[in-house]
T-cell receptor
Framework: AQSVTQPDIHITVSEGASLELRCNYSYGATPYLFWYVQSPGQGLQLLLKYFSGDTLVQGIKGFEAEFKRSQSSFNLRKPSVHWSDAAEYFCAINDYKLSFGAGTTVTVRA | GAGVSQSPSNKVTEKGKDVELRCDPISGHTALYWYRQSLGQGLEFLIYFQGNSAPDKSGLPSDRFSAERTGGSVSTLTIQRTQQEDSAVYLC??????????????FGPGTRLTVL
C-alpha cells in the first residue's frame, strides 16, 4: 500500500527566507505525487504535481519540488517566503485515491 | 469558472441525528471523491465515484456512512445516527476522470460537521 510521510509537523520561517518542506513516500511503482496547500478555513489548493520526466517541477506561487527516486522524496521549496504563505501543506500520492501525509504547518514571522 | 461547491459550510447536530452533506462537482468532471479531515486522523479517503461504475467505498468507516451520486453529478454523503467522533471537516473533490492516477483532484471548501 502507498503511504506518505511528512516528518515536520510545524516550521517557522522568517519572511524573505527560504523554505523547504520534506515529503517521503512509499510506493511499489511509479509514484504520482502532489503538493496541496490549505489556508485556514479553506479547501485544498493544488500547488504542483509530478508524474514523470523532469525531476524538478514548478508550481504556482513560486513553489517548486524535486523528485528523488533514490531517496523516495518529493520535497517542496520556495526561495523567498511571503507572509501569505502561512498555511498547512500536504504531500499526497495518488493511487486512484489520494493518500495524504499528516501535513506541515508553516508560520511566517515578520 | 465555477469550482467544487459544498453545502452547508457548517453543520451542528446532536448525537444520534442523521445528516446529509452535499457536493456539486466541476461541470464535466466524471470522478468525485469524499475525504474527511479530523484532528486525530488527518485527511482520509472515504468514497470514490467514477462515471457509472460501482463506487469504491473502501474508506467508509462504518455502515452509518453512505453516499450517492445522482445523474453523474451532485453527490450526497449521509451519516446516520451521528456520533461525536464523526465531528470533522468533510471535503469533496472532483476530477476529469480519464486516468485516475494522474488526474488532478480539485477540492471544495468543505463542510465542518460538529456533533454535540
Amino acid at each position: 500500500a502507498q503511504s506518505v510521510t511528512q516528518p515536520d509537523i510545524h516550521i517557522t520561517v522568517s519572511e524573505g527566507a527560504s523554505l523547504e518542506l520534506r515529503c517521503n513516500y512509499s510506493y511499489g511503482a511509479t509514484p504520482y505525487l502532489f503538493w496541496y496547500v490549505q489556508s485556514p478555513g479553506q479547501g485544498l489548493q493544488l500547488l504542483l504535481k509530478y508524474f514523470s520526466g523532469d525531476t524538478l517541477v514548478q508550481g504556482i506561487k513560486g513553489f517548486e519540488a524535486e523528485f528523488k527516486r533514490s531517496q523516495s522524496s518529493f520535497n517542496l521549496r520556495k526561495p523567498s517566503v511571503h507572509w501569505s504563505d502561512a498555511a498547512e501543506y500536504f504531500c499526497a500520492i495518488n493511487d486512484y485515491k489520494l493518500s495524504f501525509g499528516a501535513g506541515t504547518t508553516v508560520t511566517v514571522r515578520a | 469558472g465555477a469550482g467544487v461547491s459544498q453545502s452547508p459550510s457548517n453543520k451542528v447536530t446532536e448525537k444520534g441525528k442523521d445528516v446529509e452533506l452535499r457536493c456539486d462537482p466541476i461541470s464535466g468532471h466524471t470522478a468525485l471523491y469524499w475525504y474527511r479531515q479530523s484532528l486525530g486522523q488527518g485527511l482520509e479517503f472515504l468514497i470514490y465515484f467514477q462515471g457509472n461504475s460501482a463506487p469504491d467505498k473502501s474508506g467508509l468507516p462504518s455502515d452509518r456512512f453512505s453516499a450517492e451520486r445522482t445523474g453523474g453529478s451532485v453527490s450526497t454523503l449521509t451519516i446516520q445516527r451521528t456520533q461525536q467522533e464523526d465531528s470533522a471537516v468533510y471535503l469533496c473533490a472532483s476530477s476529469l476522470g480519464g486516468s485516475s492516477r494522474t488526474d488532478t483532484q480539485y477540492f471544495g471548501p468543505g463542510t465542518r460537521l460538529t456533533v454535540l
